[in-house]
């Protein structure tokens, strides 16, 4: 096990009507700005109950954050907030909204003119930050208990990620039920960005973590069980049986859009796959994300649908210096007994894979028109970059044309 330090300082509020705590979370005399995103808050009665939970303090409204949130939209909340001397951010949305609002938040004391440089020096030059805290509605990210952010900037077709701890939400609030509004689309994109981040931090080098294996196969595994009653009823194709896996001991049948139980437990599961535990002691990989942002910045792909086009691919270009894990995983979450190592590793890719379209989650970049000529501009963005990433610094510009062409 590798060295670490781990702390984590959000407070989860999780449960039933936790909304209406938000009133003991803020002090009374803070002027807050809160931001949301395109209105789904308005449509689903998430925004009148922060507006009452809220009370008398004084409230300054930004909203329009858009998915994969946009630096020229940020900086007019910057704008804002200084303008009115806000001292708490209230972030209400998806991962897009509270990465945005962690990026408001640091960009609001920030002293260089050049806000894109927090980004761009990924969270390193952020000295201070105005206090955030995040009422989360769309389970798939962890952004609800992480230091982390990614922001798009549109003039330059650019995704990237940034962190500092300054940016831990200092509450979060879960209520499970403000997913109920969530379309299949949306729920099928955080099943699988949960399901890629505990990838990101199990399917790399074996440095003996046992403990971590066993939480992060805890996490596969409760993803895989639920998957079919969170999608449930807006689910089309096969029953879940088709693709091999055992029953779901959390549904036990009971189906259904308001099963409250189960958008319980899929929220809890999605801020466990990415809130740092996992990582703790263990080498990562993030070469999936860091291919799927550039797909994003490029094509438009919502996030998940690039994880779910590129994990299997780089997992077969991988499949040699991953073969452990891959038939650890195999093994111990999708029960395949036999075999040798290696194809104990090719059936978690074909597993994983099946579970993806189970989701009707597509997996080839052929899905989205997307061309051998097309992902020229993503190798090339590597080349220029000069980075590599995965847990063995192998993946660089030519990597990545070989994952991207096992894509297609
Ligand atoms: O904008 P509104 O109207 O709120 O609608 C949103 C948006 O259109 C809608 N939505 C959210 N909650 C809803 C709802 N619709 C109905 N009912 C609800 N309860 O869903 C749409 C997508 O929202 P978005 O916030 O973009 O989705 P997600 O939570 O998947 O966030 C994606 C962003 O997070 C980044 C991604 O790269 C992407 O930019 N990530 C952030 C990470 C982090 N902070 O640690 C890690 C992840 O790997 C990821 O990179
Ligand atoms: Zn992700």
Redesign the pocket.
């Known amino acids: 096990m590798l060295n670490f330090t781990y702390c984590n300082p959000t407070k989860i509020v999780f449960g039933k009507g936790a909304i209406a705590k938000i009133n003991e979370l803020i002090i009374s005399d803070a002027k807050v700005l809160l931001t949301?995103?395109?209105?789904?808050?308005?449509?689903?009665g998430?925004y009148r109950q922060v507006k009452a939970a809220l009370k008398k303090r004084m409230v300054v409204e930004f909203g329009?954050?858009?998915?994969?949130?946009a630096y020229e939209t940020l900086v007019k909340a910057v704008r804002l907030g200084r303008k009115k001397k806000i001292d708490f951010i209230l972030a209400?949305?998806?991962?897009?909204?509270?990465?945005g609002s962690?990026f408001i938040a640091a960009a609001i004391p920030y002293k260089n003119k050049n806000l894109w440089e927090i980004v761009a020096k990924r969270g390193q030059t952020v000295k201070s930050a105005v206090p955030l805290g995040t009422v989360?509605?769309?389970?798939?990210?962890?952004?609800e208990m992480?230091?982390?952010?990614?922001?798009?900037k549109l003039s330059t077709a650019e995704?990237l990620?940034f962190?500092s701890p300054l940016c831990y939400p200092k509450f979060s609030i879960l209520d499970p039920q403000?997913?109920?509004?969530?379309?299949k689309k949306?729920l099928r994109?955080?099943i699988v960005?949960a399901f890629?981040?505990v990838a990101e931090q199990y399917a790399t080098i074996d440095v003996s973590t046992p403990l971590q294996d066993r939480y992060a196969e805890s996490i596969f595994k409760t993803l895989i069980d639920i998957a079919p009653a969170v999608m449930s009823p807006v689910r089309n194709g096969p029953p879940f049986a088709a693709v091999g896996h055992h029953k779901c001991p959390v549904s036990n049948g009971m189906s259904g859009k308001k099963n409250y139980d189960i958008r319980a437990t899929f929220m809890w599961t999605a801020t466990q796959a990415?809130c740092g535990l996992l990582s703790c002691g263990v080498i990562g990989d993030w070469s999936t994300?860091g291919i799927?942002?550039e797909i994003?910045a490029f094509f438009g792909l919502?996030?998940?649908e690039t994880?779910a086009v590129v994990l299997p691919a780089l997992w077969k270009y991988e499949i040699n210096n991953k073969a452990g894990k891959l038939a650890m995983l195999a093994q111990n979450v999708w029960g395949v007994k036999k075999g040798t190592k290696k194809q104990k590793a090719a059936a978690a890719i074909k597993r994983t894979v099946e579970f993806f379209n189970s989701l009707d989650m597509p997996t080839s970049l052929k899905d989205y028109n997307i061309t051998g000529k097309d992902i020229e501009k993503v190798v090339d963005r590597f080349a220029r970059r000069g980075v590599s990433f995965g847990e063995n610094g192998d993946i660089d510009a030519k990597a990545v044309r070989k994952i991207l062409k096992l894509c297609l």
């Not at 329009?64 to 949130?69: C, D, K, L, R, S």
Request: proline letters at 5%; aromatic letters at 4%.
């Open positions: 949301y995103g395109g209105g789904s808050i308005k449509k689903n998430v329009g954050i858009e998915p994969n949130p209400v949305g998806g991962g897009s909204v509270l990465d962690k989360l509605t769309l389970p798939a990210t962890g952004s992480n230091a982390f952010g990614v922001i798009s995704k990620a962190g403000t997913t109920y509004s969530l379309d949306q994109n955080g960005d890629v981040h990415l994300h799927g942002h994003t919502a996030h998940a994880l």
